[in-house]
């Protein structure tokens, strides 16, 4: 059962994210009124791995720090994407950001910025804030069967496909390594590739909704 302030925090431990965590994650998390947890603050019989899957499953948000490509985190934020929870994504280099995960919302910090830490605290009580307020948002597309009641999926089903089509643009956009021509081709894989989810609408009216996602023109 999900628990309405609870905020599962993922990140490498030790230091200097421990730090982080106790000074800039914990003050931004409950600015929001959120309680944050780590898998290593609880004490329990059970193995670190149940803990990570039973704060995953009861947090309402999950906020990850993938600075330094830690194995863990990614493994863990996996997790929290399969169960379809919404996530605040922070790092210190978007180079560490994945390809599959450059579509979605992510907060960099800037160590050179002498107020980095006051900065990273704001934008995160921020992005919690957003994050609370449309969850759907922050999960992607492809998961979101895990999120939304069916009730609310029956209403609009064209939109949840315009979303998963989107998150793949996003990310295509904002690879820097990849040149023009990859680009186009990779973007041709899309459209062959989400075409099927758009049956049944007329391939005129598909075009459209295309050219629109490529200006940006549907959020």
């Known amino acids: 059962m999900t628990d309405q302030r609870a905020c599962f925090v993922i990140m490498p431990f ?52 993938v ?31 994945p390809f599959d995960l450059k579509g979605l919302r992510v907060i960099e910090y800037d160590k050179q910025n002498e107020d980095w830490g ?31 009641p069916k009730s609310v999926k029956d209403v609009d089903p064209l939109s949840l496909q315009l979303r998963e089509i989107l998150d793949e643009l996003r990310a295509l956009r904002s690879h820097r390594r990849v040149d023009r021509s990859e680009q186009a081709q990779r973007l041709a894989q899309l459209l062959a590739r989400q075409s099927p989810l758009l049956k049944g609408i007329p391939d005129g009216f598909q075009i459209i909704i295309f050219e629109h996602l490529l200006k940006g023109e549907i959020a």
């Open 67 to 97: 600075t330094g490509r830690n194995p863990n985190v990614f493994y863990e934020l996996g997790l929290a994407h399969a169960a379809g929870k919404p996530v605040v994504i922070v790092t210190n280099s978007v180079e560490d950001i």
């Open 14 to 65: 030790g230091q200097p994210f421990d730090r982080y965590y106790l000074n800039i994650f914990v003050p931004a998390i409950t600015e929001v009124g959120l309680k944050p947890f780590r898998a290593d603050s609880i004490f329990s019989p059970s193995t670190i791995m149940a803990d990570v899957w039973r704060l995953t499953k009861q947090a309402v948000v999950v906020l990850a720090d």
């Open 118 to 148: 006051a900065t990273l605290k704001e934008d995160i009580t921020i992005a919690v804030k957003a994050t609370l307020d449309d969850p759907y948002r922050a999960v992607p597309a492809i998961f979101l069967d895990n999120q939304i």
